[in-house]
C-alpha cells in the first residue's frame, strides 16, 4: 500500500490523545463538591467490569477511527479488492502503422483497435492523467475528452512509424505523471516486422490488445527505381513485387501513364522509356488495389535530360571509343566536344579521365589534373592484380593503379568513390570529373574487356557528367533526412513548397516524391515510400507478443473486453481513502452506539 | 430583615394554599382526641366549635350542621377546636451535604428541606397538632419539644434559621432523640438526603415504629444528585462531608451512576416500607407541595 499524499499520515498522531485521555483519565479534572459521591463509587464498585470494558472499547473504537481518517486522508492505494481504481498515469500506444489499414471483415484493423483505446478511455476519472501516443511518437496528453478526439482524429500513417521509440515515449509519459500507479495500453495489429525485437518498458506495467484477424493475402510493390537515375533520357524503371499470382501494373512518370503490363510471380518489372519530359519527375508503380492499399504503389524520382554529348581525346584507345559508339547507339549519349574521355594528361572538365598508360606522363598527368580543377594527384604506382569494389564493377581487377590522393583537404560531399582497390580510392567522382586510378589498357585493369564496361560508362556519364548536381534520397515516412546544405525548400508531391531550415528533418508522413528545389528549378528528389517490412502482415500470437516486451509486469491478450476491464487498475492498486472513510465513519458509528447503547440504562 | 411568617421561601401561599385541600389522614391511628380532619375512635368526645366549613364529600355526616341546611340550605361541617392528641415531630437534616445545589438556578437541599418542614409546621398547627423539631448534622443541634400552641411557630422558625455547624450526618442520634420526646406514639417526618449509614438509619427508624411512631422519610435530592448532571466532562468530584475525592469522566459513568441511584431509592424504599414506614424521594427542582401530597397521601387510604 503506498500514499499520494502521505503528510497527511501526520493526522494519525491524534490517535494518540483518545489514548492519553485513556491513560490520563484518572490523573486530571477539576475538582467539584459532590455530596453523593457514596453512589458514584458504588456504581463504579458494581459497573466495574462493565465500565473498563466500555472505556477500552470506546478508546479502540476512537483511536482505530483516527488512523482510519488519517489513513483516509493520506490517501491511499493498493492491492486490495473493491474501490475505484487508483489514480493511474496511463499512455495509450496506438498502433497506426500502415499495415494497420488493411481491411479485414470489412473495417480496417485501426477501426477496431481505436474502439478498444475508446473503451479504454471511457474507464478514466478525473485523477487519472492520460496520454495518446501514436506509431509515430506524436503525444496528445490532457483530458479523456482531448485525448479521445486526439484517438478520433488519428488515421494510418504511410509507413512503419516506431512503435519501440513509441513505446520508450509513452512509457517516459508515465513515469513523469506523478503518479505511483503507471499503465502502458498498447493497442496493436501484431505485426511481426513492427514487433521484430525486444521492447524493454522499464518498470511500467503495460496491457497489450492484439485483436486475432486473418491475415489476408498482400501483395506490394517493394522496390522501384529508374535505371540510371537520370535519363539521358532514355532509361528504365525496375520495380519487384511480392505478388504470388500474376498482377497487372501500371507505371506513371509524371502526370502520365509510361507503361501498363502484367507480372508474373517472382519476376521484377522492367520498362524501357526514352520520355519526351525533361528534368526531375515523379515516377509510380502501381499494382491493382487489394486490402493494404498503401503498399499497392510505390515512388521513384528520374532526372531526364538530354544525351550529353561525348568526344574521345584521340590516343586513348579503341575500348573509350567502342563505348562510345555503343552509348550513342542506344541514344544514351550523343557525339560531340561536351564530355571528354581520355587520359588524364588531356583532362578539362568535364570528363572522365584515365591514369595515363606511361608512367612518363605521370607529371603531366598531375598538372593537367591540377589545371583542371580536380582536387586529386596520382601518386606511387601500385600493381595486383587486385579485386576492384564498387557499383557496377563486379569481378573487375585492377592490374596497375596509382595510389590517388587528395590534392588538398576535400569537403565533404563534394566527391564520391565510386570504386576502391583495398583501401585505395581507384575511381573518384567530383563536379564534373570522373577519374581512375588504372590507366584504360588491358595491362591496368580487365574493365574494357568486361561486359559491365560500357554500362559503367554509361552511368558514369550519366550520374557524374550530365550537368545535373542534384540527389535522390529515398527514406521511409517520418524518418530522419538531411537536408541538401544547397536546398532549402521542398516541392510537395501536390505543388506546395515547403520551406526547410533544419539540417536534419523528419520525412514527410505521405509517401510521394518531393523535390529540392535550388532557387525555383528543381535539383534533387526525396522519395518517401513505406517500409518494406509494412507489406508482410505476419502477426505474432499473443504469447509471442507478450514475449516480446520485457522489464515490466505484461499481459496481452486478444479480447477486447478484458483488455478494456484491465485499463486503469491492471495494476490491482485501487484507491482506498473511500473504504478508509467509510471504516472511519462505521467506527465512530459505532462508539456512538457503545456510548448508548452499551452502557447501562438510565431510568 | 424580614418577616420570617411572610419569608416566601419558607411560607409559600401557593403551596399551602395547595395542601389546604389535602386531609392528612393517619396511616396508623393514633391515639389523640384529634377532631376535625383527623378520624378519631373515640367518638362523641366533648368539642368546642370552632367554625364552619363547606362539606365534601367523604365527610362525616354526624359533622353536618342541619340547622343550617335546613334554614338555608348550604351543606356546611362544623368544625371543633379542641386539643389533638397528635404530636408530631419533624426531624430536618442539616448537615453539610444538604447545603448543597448542583444548579445555581435551584434552591439547595437544606432551603428546600427547611420549606418543607415550615409547610409541614404550619400544616399541623393550623389543625391544632402539636408539632416539634429537631435538627442535627454530625450531632444534634436543636431540639423543639412537639406543642400545639400558636407560639410553637414562631420558634419553629426561628429554629429553621439556625445554620448547621457540621458535617457528617448522625441521623440514629437524631431519632433516637426524638423518640425520647415523644412518649406517647405520635408522627416522625424526618427530611434528608439520606446520606448516612442505612443500617443505622433503618435501626433507628425500626426502633421508633417499634414503640408506636408513625414515621414519614422525605429523601430530599438534587436533581444533580440523580442525573450526574455536571457540566464538566472530566472532574474530580469531592465529598462536601468526608473529603473523599474520586475523578471520573462523567459520560462514562453517568448511566451506571443513574441506575445505581435508582437502587439506592428502591432500597430505602424497601427498606423502610419494612418497617411500616412511609418513604417517598423529593426532588428539588419541584414544588415542595407537591412532595407533601405524595409523602401524606399514602395515609388517606389507612384505616
Request: hydrophobic share 45%.
Amino acid at each position: 500500500m503506498s500514499f499520494l499524499a502521505p503528510f497527511a499520515l501526520v493526522l494519525a498522531a491524534a490517535a494518540s490523545v483518545p489514548l492519553v485521555l485513556h491513560l490520563l483519565r484518572r490523573r486530571t479534572g477539576e475538582k467539584v463538591d459532590f455530596p453523593a459521591i457514596r453512589y458514584l463509587l458504588r456504581a463504579e464498585r458494581e459497573h466495574s467490569r462493565q465500565l473498563k470494558l466500555r472505556n477500552l472499547l470506546l478508546m479502540l473504537l476512537r483511536v482505530f477511527a483516527v488512523i482510519a481518517l488519517a489513513l483516509a486522508a493520506a490517501r491511499p492505494i493498493g492491492r486490495f479488492a473493491g474501490g475505484s481504481h487508483a489514480p493511474t498515469a496511463m499512455a495509450i500506444v496506438l498502433d497506426n502503422s500502415l499495415s494497420t489499414s488493411v481491411v479485414v471483415n470489412g473495417a480496417p484493423v485501426l477501426a477496431k483497435l481505436k474502439d478498444a483505446a475508446r473503451s479504454a478511455i471511457g474507464r478514466a476519472n478525473a485523477s487519472d492523467r492520460l496520454w495518446l501516443v501514436t506509431a509515430d511518437s506524436r503525444v496528445v496528453g490532457g483530458s479523456a475528452s482531448a485525448v479521445r478526439a486526439a484517438l478520433d482524429r488519428a488515421d494510418a500513417l504511410g509507413g512503419a512509424g516506431d512503435l519501440r521509440a513509441a513505446v520508450a515515449r509513452a512509457a517516459q509519459l508515465v513515469r513523469g505523471g506523478g503518479l505511483p500507479s503507471r499503465q502502458l495500453a498498447i493497442v496493436t495489429d501484431g505485426q511481426a516486422t513492427s514487433w521484430a525485437s525486444a521492447v524493454p518498458l522499464d518498470g511500467v506495467a503495460t496491457t497489450v490488445y492484439a485483436p486475432s484477424l486473418a491475415t489476408p493475402k498482400n501483395r506490394a510493390v517493394i522496390s522501384a527505381q529508374a535505371e540510371p537515375p537520370h535519363w539521358t533520357p532514355r532509361g528504365a524503371v525496375r520495380a519487384t513485387t511480392t505478388a504470388t499470382d500474376s498482377v497487372t501494373f501500371r507505371v506513371a512518370l509524371g502526370a502520365r501513364a509510361a507503361a501498363r503490363g502484367i507480372v508474373a510471380p517472382g519476376e521484377d518489372i522492367v520498362v524501357r522509356l526514352a520520355p519526351a519530359d525533361r528534368g526531375w519527375l515523379p515516377g509510380s508503380v502501381e499494382l491493382e488495389p487489394d486490402e493494404l492499399r498503401g503498399d499497392d504503389v510505390r515512388w521513384f524520382a528520374v532526372h531526364i535530360g538530354p544525351a550529353p554529348a561525348v568526344s574521345v581525346v584521340a590516343g586513348t584507345g579503341a575500348f573509350a571509343s567502342t563505348a562510345v559508339d555503343a552509348l550513342a547507339q542506344d541514344g544514351r549519349v550523343a557525339r560531340g566536344g561536351d564530355i571528354l574521355i581520355g587520359g588524364a594528361e588531356s583532362a578539362k572538365r568535364p570528363g572522365v579521365f584515365f591514369a595515363p598508360t606511361d608512367p612518363v606522363q605521370l607529371g603531366a598527368a598531375n598538372r593537367a589534373l591540377e589545371r583542371a580543377g580536380i582536387p586529386w594527384k596520382f601518386g606511387a604506382l601500385r600493381t595486383g592484380p587486385a579485386p576492384v569494389t564498387g557499383a557496377g564493377l563486379a569481378g573487375v581487377s585492377a592490374l596497375r593503379w596509382y595510389a590517388l590522393s587528395p590534392r588538398t583537404a576535400l569537403e565533404p560531399g563534394t566527391v564520391d568513390t565510386l570504386a576502391n582497390v583495398g583501401s585505395d580510392p581507384w575511381a573518384v567522382a567530383g563536379d564534373g570529373y570522373v577519374l581512375v586510378a588504372s590507366p584504360l589498357a588491358t595491362e591496368g585493369t580487365d574493365l574494357p574487356l568486361r561486359a559491365s564496361w560500357v554500362p559503367w560508362l554509361g552511368s558514369a556519364i550519366a550520374d557524374h557528367l550530365s550537368g545535373d548536381a542534384g540527389s535522390i534520397t529515398e527514406a521511409a515516412p517520418g524518418a530522419n533526412v538531411a537536408r541538401p546544405a544547397w536546398a532549402h525548400e521542398l516541392e510537395e508531391p501536390d505543388g506546395n513548397h515547403r520551406e526547410v531550415t533544419e539540417s536534419r528533418f523528419p520525412a514527410p508522413d505521405r509517401p510521394g516524391v518531393y523535390f529540392w528545389l535550388r532557387g525555383t528549378q528543381r535539383a534533387g528528389a526525396l522519395v518517401v515510400n513505406p517500409e518494406v517490412g509494412e507489406s508482410d502482415l505476419t502477426r505474432l500470437s499473443v504469447a509471442q507478443l507478450e514475449a516480446r516486451f520485457s522489464g515490466a509486469e505484461v499481459v496481452a491478450t486478444d479480447n477486447a473486453s478484458r483488455w478494456v476491464a484491465s485499463a486503469f487498475s491492471f495494476s490491482g492498486r485501487r484507491a482506498l481513502d473511500s473504504s478508509f472513510l467509510v471504516l472511519g465513519l462505521l467506527l465512530l458509528a459505532a462508539e456512538a452506539v457503545v456510548t448508548r447503547a452499551i452502557a447501562p440504562k438510565g431510568d | 430583615m424580614p418577616d420570617k411568617n411572610s419569608r416566601a421561601d419558607l411560607m409559600d401561599p401557593v403551596s399551602i394554599a395547595a395542601l389546604g385541600r389535602i386531609e392528612i389522614i393517619a396511616r396508623w391511628v393514633v391515639e389523640g382526641f384529634l377532631t376535625g380532619l383527623h378520624r378519631s375512635p373515640r367518638k362523641g368526645f366533648s368539642v368546642e366549635f370552632a367554625e364552619h366549613r363547606a362539606y365534601q364529600p367523604g365527610d362525616d355526616l354526624r359533622f353536618l350542621d342541619w340547622k343550617v341546611v335546613a334554614r338555608a340550605d348550604r351543606w356546611l361541617i362544623k368544625q371543633f377546636e379542641e386539643e389533638t392528641n397528635l404530636k408530631a415531630t419533624i426531624v430536618l437534616d442539616v448537615s453539610k451535604s444538604m447545603a448543597w445545589t448542583g444548579s445555581p438556578a435551584r434552591v439547595t437541599k437544606l432551603a428546600y428541606a427547611e420549606q418543607v418542614a415550615a409547610a409541614v409546621s404550619w400544616l399541623l398547627l393550623r389543625q391544632r397538632d402539636g408539632v416539634g423539631l429537631i435538627r442535627f448534622d454530625d450531632e444534634v443541634r436543636t431540639v423543639i419539644p412537639p406543642r400545639g400552641r400558636s407560639a410553637q411557630w414562631r420558634r419553629i422558625i426561628n429554629a429553621l434559621e439556625d445554620p448547621g455547624s457540621g458535617k457528617g450526618s448522625d441521623a440514629p442520634g437524631a431519632l433516637m432523640k426524638a423518640a425520647q420526646l415523644v412518649q406517647r406514639p405520635g408522627m416522625v417526618v424526618i427530611i434528608s438526603d439520606l446520606l448516612v449509614d442505612e443500617a443505622e438509619m433503618a435501626k433507628a427508624v425500626s426502633a421508633l415504629r417499634a414503640v408506636g411512631h408513625d414515621v414519614t422519610v422525605l429523601h430530599v435530592i438534587d436533581p444533580a444528585e440523580r442525573d450526574l448532571a455536571i457540566a464538566k466532562m472530566e472532574t474530580e468530584l469531592v465529598d462536601t462531608e468526608t473529603d473523599a475525592s474520586v475523578n471520573v469522566m462523567l459520560s462514562e459513568v453517568r448511566d451506571a451512576y443513574r441506575e445505581t441511584v435508582q437502587a439506592a431509592i428502591g432500597e430505602w424504599r424497601d427498606r423502610l416500607s419494612a418497617t411500616g414506614s412511609s418513604y417517598e424521594p423529593v426532588y428539588t427542582d419541584q414544588p415542595f407541595g407537591v412532595a407533601l401530597r405524595r409523602a401524606f397521601a399514602a395515609r388517606q387510604h389507612l384505616p
